[in-house]
């Protein structure tokens, strides 16, 4: 069973490399339920598995489905593993960036999820060394993270000055109808 499952993850991975996701979802999909059968949820190897299914969820927009796995699996690798493990430091990693790369995210979300990979990142550094390819990465998310959050909060304001000004043009055109309607009803009162 476990040759199996590993050669479903290899065909998995290689339909991802073909740009073929379709047909890597279901293998991966299988690949940690596989591990989960034969070794249940708190095993590394279906810790693995599920930041892996969680990271190609989130490479491909299924942002609801890595989120539900990692809201139940995060708090095991932190557990099991502990909180300052690499495994659970990556798993940080794709939490975070199941918020930031939703383009449907709040500002406050993206702000949790800013806080989330500077708490990671420093946790890695203090752990690995800030050269750690853990370390790096989750700067690199980091980086990545503060882009959109920088992105959205202009947005944000320009929106917010758009409805302004729109609601200042709006309340010109009503004065200027009232003028208008006065001096319409000046002029035919003096006729």
Same mark, same amino acid.
């Given at each position: 069973m476990k040759t199996a499952i590993i050669l479903q993850g290899n065909i998995a991975n290689s339909y991802e490399d073909l740009g073929r996701p379709e047909e890597a979802l279901p293998l991966r999909r299988d690949v940690y339920s596989g591990w989960l059968r034969l070794y249940g949820e708190e095993h590394e190897e279906t810790l693995r598995e599920a930041n892996n299914y969680a990271r190609f969820l989130v490479d491909h927009k299924r942002f609801e489905e890595a989120k539900a796995l990692l809201r139940k699996m995060m708090p095991v690798a932190q557990r099991v593993l502990g909180c300052n493990d690499r495994l659970t430091l990556t798993m940080k990693r794709v939490d975070?960036? &199941? &918020?930031?790369?939703?383009?449907?995210?709040?500002?406050?979300?993206?702000?949790?999820? &800013?806080?989330?990979?500077?708490?990671?990142?420093?946790?890695?550094r203090r752990v690995f060394g800030g050269a750690h390819p853990v370390a790096t990465a989750i700067g690199c998310d980091l980086r990545e993270a503060r882009a959109a959050l920088r992105t959205r909060e202009t947005q944000d304001l320009a929106q917010d000055a758009f409805r302004t000004a729109r609601a200042a043009l709006a309340q010109e055109r009503a004065e200027l109808a009232q003028t208008l309607a006065d001096a319409a009803r000046q002029s035919s009162g003096s006729a």
């Open positions: 975070a960036a &199941v &918020v930031y790369k939703d383009d449907g995210a709040t500002l406050d979300d993206l702000r949790e999820a &800013v806080t989330r990979l500077e708490d990671a990142e420093r946790t890695a």
